[in-house]
Structures are given as structure tokens and as C-alpha cells.
């Protein structure tokens, strides 16, 4: 069977699979205690609790506009996927019925946000989107500069500042939770729950700190040649930069090694928000490794 058949068939199943979690996050939990997310979603259930229209049909005429907007500037694949996870949404809302889970209003923005950002986070890691707000701020990020999250920022402060007037002041206030959480976990679900960092290391015992990392920490590195440096010792020559990439939880080791080796090395970290290649830190086996390394 053709691979790419087989790869679109595993976004499409994924797809679907956000969008049941997305919906139970909105029937079990936001719509039947009138709590909004961010975004359109948001003013589909604000529509929904002050005139009493009905959701799924809101759900898809407020999108429509996003979708136009994405087939004739961003990618028509993308509208094509998110036609197909807005639908399916507005027909799972539409469809599933379920019991009141609590009546607790924290339980109900942890919840609905959990289970909305675990099927936003899936759907746009298979390159559709649930909600017209993240359109716009793709495009305002392509033609204006304008980040996205700005973007969205700006869009649910008016949204939130509405219900606290036509609503009330205490939903707007878990809107805004629940929609902090979705937030959060739909970075995750993206990102993965792995958080890297980069660390560039600039010290005069650069042989012993190349071992260390290696036989302490089993990290992978790669190892740049300095032609010239400029520090608190006047002018360096020849000397080489160490860069590696670590998980966040193993910062304080490294800089233990770092502290014990060489106290005076200059280091630079960074977040890394995605690695592709090379060799996962977790298969390099210290015993098998040439501490000689290539100068590059």
C-alpha cells in the first residue's frame, strides 16, 4: 500500500481523534455550565447561552470566513483537513449527549480545558486546525509580523471582556482559566512533554569538559573550532566551543560538571523547540564512545 495513502490515513484517524476530545471537553464540561474557551469556539458557546442558537451550526457559519481567508493565503491542504475537523466537531457537539460529570466550576475548567487542548494540540500536530482564531493568527504573522499568540491574545480579551458584560463577571473569570489551560496543553500535546535546551560552552579545559559531559551526562555534542575570542584574559586563540543539547531536568548537572571543571567558563543556554537527526542523548553508550573527538 502507498506510503503517503498510509501516512494521510493516520493524520485523518488523529484528526478525528482530537476532535472526540474536543467535543467531550465541550459537552461534558464547558456548555453545560455556559463556560467559554478562547477563539471562535468561545463565541459559539457566548451565542449559544444569550440568544440559544444552536451551537453547531454557529460553530461552522463563524468558521467559514477563517477558512476563506486560509485557502487564498496560507495552504489549501490545511483548509481542506480543518473543513473535515470543523465538521466533525459541529456534528460530535451536535450528536453526543452526556451526563453532568460535577458541578464543581475549578473541576470544570480543568477538565474542559484538559480534554479541549488534547484535541486542539492533535488536530493542529496533523495540520488542521478546530478554531478560526488560530488562522487569523497565522496570517497576521505572515503579512504584518504580528505573533500569533498577540494575535489570539488580543482576540479573546475582547471576547472574555463581552461575557463579563452580557454574562458575568465570575464566568469570564473561569473562561479565561479554562482557556489559559487549553492553552497549556495544547502546547504540549504539540511539543511533546520533553523540554530541551541547548547549552554552548566556551572554557580553556575543554578536554576535560568534553569528557565529563559525555561519561557523567551520556549527552552528544558537537564541537566548533574558535579562531579568535575576546574576554576578561585579553585575546584567545584556538580554542574550541562545546554545544549540546540536554533535557531542562539535567541543567543543574551539567552545570555541576561545569562549576567543578572549569568555574570561569563562559556559557550560553537556549531553548530548543525541536530536534530533528543526529543521536538521541538516551542511545549514546559512553563505553563505545571516541572521547577524541573531530574538531568541525
Excluded at 469570564?172 to 512533554?193: C, H, N, P, Q, R
Amino acid at each position: 500500500m502507498n506510503t503517503t495513502f498510509i501516512s494521510r490515513l493516520s493524520e485523518y484517524f488523529q484528526i478525528t481523534i482530537g476532535v472526540v476530545l474536543a467535543s467531550i471537553g465541550l459537552k461534558a464540561f464547558l456548555l453545560p455550565n455556559g463556560f467559554l474557551d478562547g477563539g471562535v469556539t468561545g463565541i459559539a458557546i457566548l451565542l449559544n447561552s444569550t440568544l440559544q442558537v444552536n451551537i453547531s451550526l454557529i460553530l461552522v457559519i463563524l468558521s467559514l470566513p477563517f477558512l476563506a481567508l486560509a485557502y487564498f493565503s496560507i495552504s489549501k491542504t490545511m483548509v481542506l483537513k480543518s473543513i473535515v475537523a470543523i465538521l466533525g466537531l459541529a456534528v460530535s457537539v451536535h450528536l453526543e449527549t452526556f451526563d453532568i460529570v460535577t458541578e464543581d466550576k475549578l473541576l470544570i475548567s480543568i477538565f474542559g480545558g484538559l480534554f479541549l487542548g488534547l484535541g486542539i494540540g492533535i488536530t493542529i500536530k496533523n495540520g488542521a486546525v478546530l478554531d478560526g482564531s488560530e488562522i487569523l493568527g497565522i496570517y497576521m504573522n505572515n503579512k504584518f509580523g504580528i505573533s500569533i499568540g498577540k494575535t489570539i491574545l488580543v482576540f479573546n480579551f475582547f471576547l472574555f471582556s463581552v461575557t463579563a458584560i452580557l454574562i458575568s463577571k465570575e464566568t469570564a473569570m473561569y473562561s479565561i482559566l479554562t482557556f489559559l489551560i487549553t492553552a497549556k496543553v495544547t502546547d504540549l500535546t504539540i511539543e511533546g512533554f520533553e523540554d530541551f535546551i541547548g547549552v554552548m560552552i566556551v572554557s580553556k579545559n575543554y578536554e576535560a569538559m568534553k569528557k565529563a559531559i559525555t561519561e557523567q551526562l551520556g549527552a552528544g555534542m558537537t564541537v566548533f573550532k574558535g579562531v579568535n575570542g575576546y574576554g576578561n584574559n585579553g585575546i584567545n586563540k584556538d580554542f574550541e566551543v562545546i554545544n549540546t543539547v540536554i533535557n531542562r531536568f539535567e541543567i543543574r548537572k551539567i552545570n555541576r560538571i561545569i562549576d567543578t571543571i572549569d568555574p570561569n567558563a563562559f556559557i550560553v543556554e537556549y531553548d530548543v523547540n525541536r530536534i530533528k537527526g543526529g543521536i538521541l542523548r538516551k542511545y549514546l553508550n559512553p563505553k563505545n564512545i571516541d572521547l577524541k573527538l573531530k574538531k568541525t
